[in-house]
T-cell receptor, first 111, second 112 residues
Framework: KNEVEQSPQNLTAQEGEFITINCSYSVGISALHWLQQHPGGGIVSLFMLSSGKKKHGRLIATINIQEKHSSLHITASHPRDSAVYICAVREGRNTGNQFYFGTGTSLTVIP | KAGVTQTPRYLIKTRGQQVTLSCSPISGHRSVSWYQQTPGQGLQFLFEYFSETQRNKGNFPGRFSGRQFSNSRSEMNVSTLELGDSALYLC???????????FGSGTRLTVV
């Protein structure tokens, strides 16, 4: 059983396209994180969400707690956005306090 | 300010040996968490420490252990290494464990 499901697994886009990556989870959470991992392994935390929507530059993350769903959007995609994007959730304190990770979405942006 | 520092970057060990990995968090961060990443299982949570106390532990066998020192630096230890322990081990630090996380570059462990 996967507590976190991401889609799509792989995504290829032309530079400038609008991109959406989806994340669904099955546990009660205290927070959801979007992570970016470039080749070589380094991970950068993009967003931490517990409700609503956050924006940072061309990146937008939304979460719907009732539907247990989050989306990461990239506007005007660029080749430097090519990376693996990982959704992670932290269970609530009363339900286990564990971290669960999606399997990642590998994004390639073609110039 | 300095980021999260993990040492060593690369390590090769023999099956049956033990290994200790180190993580120095960002100054002022009191929470350190550890993760294992493999091609087959992806990212998995190992444990989390806050102010020298283990606050949370993932589903790993007792061969995996850790600790945190008074200066917030953390170590994780894996005893009786198995081939399947070959992985990228990442640590992350945060102010209080419920704010944003900053990840280190990881230690790539190869067990032969």
């Amino acid at each position: 059983k996967n507590e976190v499901e991401q889609s799509p697994q792989n995504l290829t886009a032309q530079e400038g396209e609008f991109i959406t990556i989806n994340c669904s989870y099955s546990v009660g959470i205290s927070a959801l994180h979007w992570l970016q991992q470039h080749p070589g392994g380094g991970i950068v935390s993009l967003f931490m969400l517990s409700s609503g929507k956050k924006k940072h530059g061309r990146l937008i993350a939304t979460i719907n707690i009732q539907e247990k769903h989050s989306s990461l959007h990239i506007t005007a995609s660029h080749p430097r956005d090519s990376a693996v994007y990982i959704c992670a959730v932290r269970e609530g304190r009363n339900t286990g306090n564990q971290f669960y990770f999606g399997t990642g979405t590998s994004l390639t942006v073609i110039p | 300010k300095a980021g999260v520092t993990q040492t060593p970057r690369y390590l090769i060990k023999t099956r049956g040996q033990q290994v200790t990995l180190s993580c120095s968090p960002i100054s002022g961060h009191r929470s350190v968490s550890w993760y294992q990443q493999t091609p087959g299982q992806g990212l998995q949570f190992l444990f989390e420490y806050f102010s020298e106390t283990q606050r949370n532990k993932g589903n790993f066998p007792g061969r995996f252990s850790g600790r945190q020192f008074s200066n917030s630096r953390s170590e994780m230890n894996v005893s009786t290494l198995e081939l399947g322990d070959s992985a990228l081990y990442l640590c992350a630090s945060s102010l209080a464990g419920r704010s944003g996380y900053t990840f280190g570059s990881g230690t790539r462990l190869t067990v032969v």
